[in-house]
């Protein structure tokens, strides 16, 4: 990896607006950083897509990522951090560092969430590949996970962002059994911190909610850091690409990005 340079951007890509949770974090964290950012919208959710074609997309941005010259590529999305992370770490590690969402989110929940009672939300596809269940239960430390699919949210999040529209679907999907005296939960899919606190309210804000764009953000400058790849001068360029044109995109990226943003359309399928 020794041929990159700290000014380098970073890549991120999503299906859609949740990735700039993770994104807005990282900015946050490290704002020299020049950020890419793909929201492939043309597919968006990646939740109720098979693995394999989820594959497909991911190793396309990937590659799209790699000619914007990123030092470092992360999978902003649940979905694809199960079904394709080993892929693209396959295909592309030579040329980029790659991360996922999902490792920084265990390596959370075992130093903080020993023999505790958790719950995960996250889209069909995340809950179905049991990525975090084995994760956790290879850590051994007593955590006791329940897991329900809310297949829809993210696509009305991506409609509605925060509004009221989305309370009734949280009281049904967060209803369940298994979400039942939990210590903590997990929020599984990048656009779930966007309702955040619509979700702390449901549980009286009476249990941790755990976000995974703080731990990610984390992730990424320790990672950077010891590849000494960290950019602590830059004026932190952000650059923000489309694969369709949405306006929820479009005004979701201003929920995060006051600046002007921007947004370019990028018809990687065409």
């Given at each position: 990896?020794?041929d ?8 991120i890509f999503d299906?859609?607006?949740g990735?700039?949770t993770?994104a ?7 704002p ?13 959710p990646?939740?109720d897509k ?12 990937a590659?799209?990522l ?17 079904a394709?992370?080993e892929?693209?770490?396959e ?8 991360m ?6 265990v ?5 903080n ?10 889209t ?5 590949s049991?990525v975090y ?9 007593g955590?006791?996970l329940?897991?329900?699919?809310t ?7 991506e ?14 999907y967060?209803n ?8 903590a939960?997990?929020l599984?899919c990048t656009?779930?911190p ?5 979700i702390?309210k449901f ?13 990610v953000a ?6 950077l ?7 602590k001068?830059?004026v932190?360029t952000k650059q923000?690409y ?14 995060f ?12 399928w065409?």
């Open positions: 990896m020794s990159h340079t700290p000014s380098q951007p970073i890549g299906s859609g607006i990735g700039l993770v807005h974090a990282i900015v946050k964290q490290l020299h950083e020049n950020i890419v950012y793909f929201g492939d919208t043309a597919h968006l990646y939740g098979s693995a394999t074609t989820i594959q497909a997309y991911s190793i396309k941005i590659h799209m790699l000619q914007q010259q990123c030092k470092l590529i992360l999978i902003a999305c649940n979905s694809a951090s199960a394709a992370y892929l693209v770490k295909y592309i590690a030579s040329q980029a560092i790659v996922n969402v999902i490792d920084p989110v390596h959370l929940v075992r130093d969430y020993s023999n505790k009672n958790l719950g995960l939300i996250g069909r596809q995340t809950v179905n049991n269940k084995k994760k956790i239960d290879n850590l051994n430390c955590i006791q329940n897991s329900v699919a297949n829809i949210l993210a696509s009305a999040i409609e509605f962002g925060n509004g009221k529209a989305i309370d009734g679907l949280l009281e049904e967060l369940h059994d298994s979400l039942k005296n939990l210590d939960l997990i599984a656009h779930y966007i309702v955040k606190e619509k702390a549980f009286n804000n009476k249990i941790d909610i755990i976000d995974p764009s703080e731990a984390n992730a990424v400058q320790k990672h850091a010891d590849e000494k790849l960290l950019n001068a830059g932190g923000f489309v694969s369709d044109y949405t306006e929820s995109f479009s005004s979701g990226t201003k929920l990005f006051d600046d002007t943003i921007s947004l370019e359309h990028y018809p990687l065409e």
